[in-house]
């Protein structure tokens, strides 16, 4: 096939089942990561997939590692999967300026910085596939989340105003909404809030990373052309 697919945060979580998903459907696969130095050389060791470490919060560092993707795999990146994110829960009224703002660079800023680093090769090519991975809670809000829920709804307007720009190069631009999926993100939820979360899931369940995974290869696909500006969500049921 191929392609050339990026992951960010593509080590462990739910970036990891998507990095495999995609090396198993024959695209050749880089994985960013950044903390977590003995996962990652672990992780590449499990599966063959290349790890980068760079920090998806810093613009220049984002142009170098995607430069050094390319060098690696010998091509320019056809599949951006921004998923690189992190939580810093805390009610507002007790939020710290920096938990504010680690989130929203990490989790926002890193869309732009990403996208940008990508986007004029796709441009040039007239092929790309970049899927934004948001959140339910960007939909619907969520107790003690106002820094992450800022974050992944302006991953939704980003990337309707991408979509818009980049659809006469052939170039999809579409979001994932999952719900809550077992990972070590939400095992770190105190267990009666985890507990009252799931009661709220129509499937009774929290979700499996590989039923994200599944998502991603869709939108990835060369089929999926005519799809764009939207938000798949992928959360048990969960009322929005
Ligand atoms: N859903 C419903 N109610 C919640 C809630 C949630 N997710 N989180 C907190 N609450 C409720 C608590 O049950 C509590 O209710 P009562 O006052 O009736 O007891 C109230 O809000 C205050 O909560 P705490 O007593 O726990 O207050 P705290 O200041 O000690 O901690 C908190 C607040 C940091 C927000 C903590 O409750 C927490 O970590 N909640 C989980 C937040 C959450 O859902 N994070 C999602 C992480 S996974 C993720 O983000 C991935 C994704 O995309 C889905």
């Given amino acids: 096939m191929g392609r050339i697919a990026l992951v960010t945060g593509g ?16 695209y050749s696969v880089a994985a960013n990561y950044h903390s977590g130095i003995e996962m990652a050389r672990e992780f590449c060791d499990r599966t ?10 810093n613009y220049e560092s984002c142009r170098k590692g995607t430069v050094a993707v390319s060098e690696a795999l010998g091509g320019t990146v056809d599949i951006l ?4 994110g ?3 829960d805390g009610m507002l009224h007790k939020m710290l300026p920096e938990d504010w703002i680690k989130v929203i660079t990490t989790n926002l800023n890193s869309v732009f910085n990403m996208c940008r680093a990508v986007v004029n090769p796709m441009r040039e090519k007239k092929f790309g596939r970049i899927i ?3 959140s339910v809670n960007g939909l619907k809000g969520q107790v003690g989340q106002t820094n992450y829920s ?4 302006g991953i939704v307007g980003f990337t309707k105003s991408l979509a818009l720009e980049s659809a006469s190069k052939n170039i999809t631009v579409n979001a994932i909404a999952p719900g809550y999926i077992s990972t070590d993100m939400t095992e770190a939820i105190p267990a009666d809030v985890r507990e009252k979360i799931c009661s709220g899931i129509p499937v009774g369940r929290f979700g499996r990373v590989d039923e994200i995974a599944q998502a991603v290869l869709f ?3 060369d089929r999926s052309s005519f799809m764009t500006g939207t938000v798949l969500s992928v959360n048990g049921g969960q009322y929005l």
């Fill in 219 to 221: 939108l990835a696909d």
């Fill in 86 to 88: 992190i939580t810093l």
């Fill in 48 to 57: 063959g997939i290349p790890v980068f470490s760079w920090d998806v919060s």
């Fill in 81 to 84: 999967v921004n998923n690189a």
């Fill in 11 to 26: 080590t462990r979580g739910i970036g990891g089942g998507i990095s495999r998903a995609l090396k198993e459907a024959g």
């Fill in 132 to 134: 934004n991975l948001s």
């Fill in 150 to 153: 800022a974050a992944k709804a």
